[in-house]
């Protein structure tokens, strides 16, 4: 049965401590996704999130800070731009862009992130594994 | 104030592409296709790109070095052809010429490696020739 | 409309009041780019196949920072001059520019969107003729996802990591270049493993592609990089409307905060 392999950045100042209430609370949400802390979502670069997807990831979610709210001053505007564009690519490249996922979640947003964890896990799983796109 | 470009052809392969050297104030400082030339058509491999890296390149030798107590030191052409002429012959007396091998170099042009290939067969005596680009 | 006796009579001109004009050159039965010093070797002038001029220009300038300097320059290679000088790559302070519009054939080998210079230079010489558009971006967009990949797949398995693309891009100017990074690219793999090597590469461009086309002229495997980086471009003035090469003032947009 194919259970899909999610790849999660969160940022340190917001959506990890979100995700992290989420946690505390006992807010179930599926456990495909495996997290990995950075400092700002500013610092998640296209070759981080390719690499990403040819090391086996179904899906990389990228949490970030609200605008206005980042630790860095501008290190989310960097990822509202690189990411759109980075999707484009993968359209054009043949790879699905709904593999590729910007949320913006605060650190008191813990339902928040249950619930974007839980969409896109239904997303990820509607979409052939990463392996018969990139061998 | 010059710069300029000499068309010639790559050292490595055997496919000869045609390209240009830059050279900039009597250094050559780049490499750049030749477009239009029948062989290379304006592309080149990555050996081609970098064909210009060992020109000045400072780990190449400009006077003889000589071995003495162990370390290289400079020497005079005259001191050092007379210890090779010395030497190559004391070895072939003793040992017979097929004791001696040639190594010769693709980027050393094709009326040196005729010289060299005629010194190790005519002078020296052995067929133990060869260059880097058959390894 | 002749280009070569204006073109020549406006080099003269400049080479009266300048250390130099880099333009390209007629020798051994080929041409290369070339800083003609006198008006007696501008019977060597030559005006087809160009060359990725930018690039020669910075090198020359980097070592005469001193040094006032002529380029004849096409549309692409204004508009490649033009996001340079944004990002401190080039003074075009000591630079003039003399335009030269593409002719029909020309522009059929690399089409752009404008093949002629105008915000550099008041001289252009030539006609200024109506822009080519790119067939393959339109075939291309005809193709479903799954024939998209299986495109790109196909063509970049040809790939010889040559390195080429990266090397004529006026754009291309960091001194540690991210795809020789063995962490994100693998290394002693050829061809280079689909999509690390090209897809960071178009995304290096964003915002820094002017269209010259030099990449796909000198790709040995014949890949159609122009394709894929036309429809960035498209997609990068739609999502931050801006435009490569276009003005002096835009700044790029990816380092600037969004509009709130």
Known sequence: ?135 | MEYRNVLTTCIYCGVGCGLYLEILDGKVVGTLPAKGHPVSEGKLCIKGWNAHAFIHHPDRLTKPLLRRDGRFLEAGWDEALDLVAERLTAIKEKYGPDAIAVLSSAKATNEENYLLQKFTRAVLGTNNIDHCARL | ?260
């Open chain 3, 1 to 260: 409309m002749k280009r070569m006796e204006p073109l020549k009579r406006a080099v003269a001109e400049a080479l009266r009041e300048l250390d130099g004009v880099l333009a390209l050159r007629r020798a051994w039965g080929g041409v290369a780019p070339h800083l003609f010093l006198r008006e007696e070797e501008l019977d060597e002038l030559a005006l087809w196949p160009k060359y990725p001029l930018p690039r020669t220009l910075q090198l020359i300038q980097r070592a005469h920072p001193e040094s006032r300097l002529g380029i004849v320059a096409r549309g692409c290679e204004e508009r490649g001059l033009i996001e340079m000088a944004k990002r401190n790559q080039i003074d075009l302070g000591r630079i003039k520019v003399i335009g030269l519009a593409c002719t029909a054939e020309e522009a059929q080998v690399c089409p752009c969107p404008k093949p002629y210079p105008t915000i550099l230079t008041d001289i252009v010489i030539g006609e200024k003729i109506e822009p080519v558009a790119n067939k393959m971006v339109e075939e291309f967009l005809a193709k479903s996802s799954q024939e998209r990949l299986a495109f790109w797949k196909r063509q970049f398995s040809k790939c010889i990591k040559c390195y080429a693309c990266r090397t004529v891009c006026p754009q291309c100017f960091c001194p540690e270049c991210t795809l020789e990074d063995a962490l994100w690219v693998e290394t002693g793999r050829i061809p280079p493993p689909f999509p690390s090597f090209h897809l960071v590469r178009a995304m290096h461009t964003v915002g820094k592609c002017v269209g010259c086309g030099e990449c796909e002229l000198s790709c040995p495997a014949h890949i159609p990089l122009t394709t894929l980086y036309t429809l960035i471009r498209q997609e990068v003035q739609e999502l931050f409307g801006y435009q490569t090469g276009e003005s002096l003032e835009a700044e790029p947009p990816l380092v600037l905060p969004m509009e709130m």
């Open chain 1, 1 to 135: 049965m194919y259970e899909p392999r999610i790849i999660g950045y969160l940022c340190t100042y917001c959506s990890y401590p979100g995700a992290d209430l989420a946690g505390t609370s006992r807010i179930k949400y599926p456990p495909n996704i495996n997290i990995i802390r950075v400092l700002c979502s500013g610092r998640v670069s296209p070759e981080l999130i390719l690499r990403t997807f040819r090391e086996g990831a179904d899906g990389v979610l990228v949490g970030g800070c609200h605008f206005g709210d980042c630790h860095f001053i501008s290190g989310n505007h960097r990822t509202a731009k690189r990411i759109p564009i980075l999707k484009k690519i993968m359209e054009y490249a043949g790879i699905e862009p709904q593999r590729l996922r910007l949320e913006w979640i605060s650190a008191s947003e813990g339902e928040r992130f249950a619930e974007a964890v839980r969409e896109f896990t239904e997303t990820i799983r509607g979409l052939p594994p990463i392996r018969e796109i990139l061998p």
